[in-house]
C-alpha cells in the first residue's frame, strides 16, 4: 500500500494596500471618472477598469480602518463602506468584492 505524502496548503500572496493606493489614479482623475459613471456619460475600457479598481482599492482600505476602529461594532464595516463607496454613488457594488479584499493586508 502507497504511503500518504504531507502536503500542505500553500498560502495565497497577500498583496499590499499600500503599494496599490500607489498604481491608481491620480484623485482628480478618480473624480471625473466618478461624474462620467454617475451622469451615464461614455467611458473607454481603459477608464472603466480604472474606476473600478479605485473603487476596490478605496472600499478595501475603508473596511481595513473601521475593522479596527474601536468605536465601530465587528461587521458594521462593511455595510458602511458599501454605502459611501458604491451606493451613495448610485453604483452596483460588484460580486464577491468583500472576498477579494481578504487578498489584501
Known sequence: MP???NTK???KPKYSL?????RIVSKKKY???IKKRQHHK???LKERKQLDEALFINYCSCIKSL???SKVKDYLEYPVCM??????RGFKSPKGVTVRCSKYK
Open 3 to 5: 504511503k500518504k505524502k
Open 42 to 44: 461614455k467611458l473607454s
Open 31 to 33: 473624480q471625473e471618472l
Open 9 to 11: 496548503k500553500k498560502r
Open 67 to 69: 475593522k479596527y476602529d
Open 18 to 22: 499600500k503599494n496599490s493606493k500607489k
Open 83 to 88: 454605502s459611501s463607496i458604491y451606493k451613495k
